[in-house]
């Protein structure tokens, strides 16, 4: 994989750290693929991300919300040594994993569940009132005529 230095960058601008912090991460961030997962739009403000996380008890899940970003962690015990099994075939991971989501402005965690061994977590974008689109009133003065208008 190529790696890009955008250094020369943070020289000539102001204010655009964050952004060059995300192309950074994204430049360094390895192809995340277990546990497979689903994105999808539910509706204009409503999307669900649904996570394969067979095995997996609710107790054995994380999720945290923090400014713009969402981590979902998972990882079991280990077995003590007298619950230890004998696997014939053992294609059930169970490994522990770290999911990291980067969120949109405005866009919150609304619920959470786990049912048939998918974790849905359902999230809402809430713009503020002060961020929404409203109709401003025009006001004016009444139009003049001449037998309105004074003469002096």
Same mark, same amino acid.
């Given at each position: 994989m190529q790696t890009y230095d955008f250094s020369p960058f943070y020289r000539s601008t102001v204010g655009f750290d964050r952004l060059f912090n995300r192309l950074d991460g994204l430049v360094g961030?390895?192809?995340?693929?277990y546990p497979p997962y689903n994105i999808e739009k539910l509706g204009d403000d409503a999307y669900?991300?649904?996570i394969a996380v067979a095995g997996f008890a609710e107790s054995d899940l994380v999720i945290e919300s923090k400014e713009n970003g969402l981590l979902v962690k998972g990882g079991k015990a280990p077995?003590?040594?007298d =619950? @230890? +099994?004998?696997?014939?075939?053992?294609g059930i991971a169970e490994r522990a994993f770290e999911l990291r989501f980067q969120l949109a402005e405005y866009v919150e965690v609304s619920g959470a569940s786990l049912e048939n061994g998918l974790l849905h977590v359902e999230l809402?974008?809430?713009?503020?009132?002060?961020? =929404? @689109? +409203?109709?401003i009133a025009i006001t004016g003065?009444?139009?003049?005529?001449?037998e309105n208008?004074?003469?002096?």
């Open positions: 961030q390895e192809q995340k693929t669900r991300i649904s077995v003590s040594d =619950k @230890a +099994r004998e696997f014939l075939h053992h809402k974008r809430q713009l503020p009132e002060s961020k =929404k @689109a +409203r109709t003065a009444a139009p003049k005529t001449i208008a004074s003469v002096n």
